[in-house]
Structures are given as C-alpha cells and as structure tokens.
C-alpha cells in the first residue's frame, strides 16, 4: 500500500503522466472521433484521481487543503470529472453535451503549471501587478463605457455594425484602443454619412486613440511591469541590505579588537 502511495505522490511520475496527457490530448485533435483517444483520456484522469487520493490518505484532508497548489489539482480534477462519461453518451442523443465534456479534458494540462520554476515568485509578481494597475484599470474601463455611449449616440445610425448598442460599441471602442483596424471605424462613418461627418468622425476617433491606445494602454503597461520588475528587486536589496549589516559588523569587531590591542 506504501509504494502505491508514494507512486502516486511522486512528482516526476505525475509531471511526466501530465505531459503524456497533454501529448494525447494533442494528437487527439486530428481524430477527433478516434476512441482510443477517448480512452487513454480516460486512464489519465483516474491516474490524476487516484493522485489526490493518494495525498490526501497520506496527509489528511486538512493538511492536503491547505497547499494551495493541491487545491488547484483538485479544481482541475473537479472540472475534468464530467469527461469520464462522454464517451457513454451518443453523439446524436446530446452533441453539445459530448463536446462540452469533451472540452473539460483540457483542463487538466493546466496542472504542469505547479512544476514550472520559481512559479510562486510569478504569480506573487502578477498579483502585485496587478493590484498596482486596478486603479488605473478601472479609470480605463469608466473612460471605455463612457466613450462607447458617447459613440453609440453619435454614430449608431451610420455604423450599426459597430455602434449599434452600447455593447457592440464597447467592443469596437476597445479595438481602437489597441489599434487594431481602427482606420475603418471613421471609414465607414465617412462612406455612411457624408464627408463632413467622416472630417468629424476621423479627428473623434485620432483623439481616443492618441487618449486611450497611446497613453492610456503605455501607462497601463508601464505600471504593470513596473510592478512585475519591483517584485524581483525586493530580492537583490534585501542581499544588499544583508551584505551592508555584515559589513558593519566587521569593521565593528575589527575596531574593538582594535582598541582591546591598544589596552
């Protein structure tokens, strides 16, 4: 019962069970329809079952919750579950069924994530970045909404395909900000509406991509690697702040066995 045990809470074993898993699930893509893929699937995902039961009988649950990356792998599994029984159920009878089970699959590649190196400096990097950026994140999406409705009353009759609500707006206005395609915007206004409103729409929409995809997308991506860079400074000043208090502390003791010397 021990080597079971500790086959399955082997981390090699399960980093290499996940790769293999990720490679079936690949290949699985070209034949989509082939059951031995189904069926391989499978098998992984009672391996990953049979690994946190393994952990949680060799810890305890409360031990086993409490590491949050075991956490992670039982969401995973948890989401993965309903995949054990696509295979049971005819395409005919239930197609989206099948194929929303089919995609749960996927998410058990997520758990090579907890093997990468130094993850938990990354993800506490994101987290720091990310709270450093949620003030200007929310200024950003409150200058997003008010535009879009702006833009849904200016030009929802010329362009409905893309201010026809303050929905579709929203998504438009959030294309120009990242500069994509956003010349055809004031185009289709000017096609639509004349050239005085196509003069206008042009200088509307250079002023919210100079506002919102030049400075307000650099400034939202300079704090956020600003932030990202700090986190891994902490590390490098706190050896220096480490080194100088050693270095005071030499030279204190080198001068005391000075002044014991004169005495």
Not at 186 to 206: H, K, M, V
Request: hydrophobic share 50%; net charge negative; with cysteine.
């Amino acid at each position: 019962m021990g080597m079971i045990r500790n086959f399955f809470c082997n981390e090699r074993i399960m980093l290499i069970a996940i790769l293999l898993n990720t490679i079936v699930l690949f290949i699985g893509g070209f034949w989509p329809n082939a059951q031995w893929t189904e069926h391989v699937d499978i098998m992984f995902t009672i391996l990953f079952i049979c690994e946190a039961l393994a952990k949680i009988s060799a810890s305890g649950w409360k031990a086993y919750w409490k590491e949050g990356w075991n956490r992670f792998d039982f969401i995973i599994i948890i989401i993965a579950l309903p995949s054990l029984i696509s295979p049971f159920i005819g395409h005919s009878m239930a197609t989206n069924t099948v194929l929303a089970m089919r995609s749960m699959r996927l998410f058990k590649s997520f758990k090579m994530l907890r093997f990468i190196p130094n993850i938990h400096k990354l993800l506490n990097g994101l987290r720091l970045a990310f709270k450093a950026t949620l003030l200007v994140l929310i200024a950003f999406i409150v200058l997003l909404v008010i535009f879009s409705i702006l833009s849904t009353t200016l030009f929802g009759d010329l362009a409905p395909d893309y201010f026809g609500n303050p929905g579709i707006s929203i998504y438009s206005i959030f294309r120009l900000f990242t500069i994509e395609g956003w010349y055809e915007l004031p185009d289709t206004i000017a096609q639509n509406g004349g050239e005085a409103w196509g003069l206008f729409a042009r200088c509307y929409f250079s002023v919210l991509l100079f506002m919102g995809g030049i400075i307000g997308m650099s400034l939202i991506n300079s704090i956020f690697v600003d932030a990202m860079a700090e986190d891994n400074n902490d590390d490098v000043l706190e050896k220096l702040n480490n080194i100088e208090q050693q270095l005071k502390e030499l030279s204190q003791n080198i001068g005391d066995k000075g002044k014991t010397g004169e005495e």
